[in-house]
């Protein structure tokens, strides 16, 4: 019997889509809450999947930045310097917006976190470009530049999953479904996560 539970983290700035990923990836639209103000997310969230006790927790946190939350940061570090079982943190960005201030702050400080951390709770940190439906121009050099903004940023960070759930497209869901069994070492339960 499998006696732990992975968790994943979904981290980013207020309203860069962490919730409508997560109901996305779980397949449940309004389970996890969204909303078109920044800041509707106020404490983590867990969501178990699989059968009981669950072998996978999809944790949905705050957003941080300019009107997100700014306390939850402590929180947040206590969390991820404290579990164990944290196998991955997604760190979303804006495909229209690119990185700001706070996302580099913020990024470098969970590669930090994440080589401190290699020896005694390996987990890794992957990066997802959300919103993907809604950018403009030329989409394909706008996302390389993100892509190396966030390598010369954090170097061990995975490179963007680029996403989009919209009424108008859904793009990369499988993937970060995908990437979610992959860091957890659970190939089984991909299809718990799809139907759960
Ligand atoms: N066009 C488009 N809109 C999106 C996408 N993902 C999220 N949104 C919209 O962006 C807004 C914010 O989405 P949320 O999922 O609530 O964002 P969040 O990061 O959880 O926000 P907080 O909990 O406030 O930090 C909502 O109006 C969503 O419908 C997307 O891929 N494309
Ligand atoms: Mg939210």
Request: hydrophobic share 35%; with cysteine; proline share 4%.
């Amino acid at each position: 019997m499998r006696s732990r539970t992975f968790k994943v983290i979904v981290t980013g700035r207020a309203n860069v889509g962490k919730s409508t990923l997560l109901n996305a990836v779980l397949g449940r639209n309004g389970l996890v809450h969204t909303s078109k103000k920044p800041g509707r997310t106020k404490t983590l969230n867990f969501y178990r999947v699989g059968p009981d006790p669950g072998y996978l927790v999809l944790v949905d946190a705050p957003g941080y930045g300019s009107r997100g939350r700014p306390e939850w940061g402590e929180l947040f570090d206590h969390y991820v310097a404290n579990r164990s079982v944290l196998k991955r943190v997604y760190i979303l960005f804006n495909g229209k917006h690119g990185l700001n201030e706070v996302d580099h702050i913020m990024l470098q400080s969970l590669e930090e976190k994440c080589q401190a951390q290699i020896d005694a709770n390996p987990w890794t940190l992957q990066a997802v470009i959300t919103k993907a439906d809604s950018m403009e121009g030329d989409v394909r050099k706008a996302i390389q530049d993100i892509q190396r903004d966030i390598f010369e940023t954090a170097p061990t960070c995975l490179p963007g999953i680029i996403t989009a759930y919209s009424k108008r497209a859904q793009i990369g869901i499988d993937d970060v479904r995908r990437s979610m069994v992959e860091a957890c070492g659970l190939g089984r339960i991909e299809e718990t996560i799809r139907h759960s």
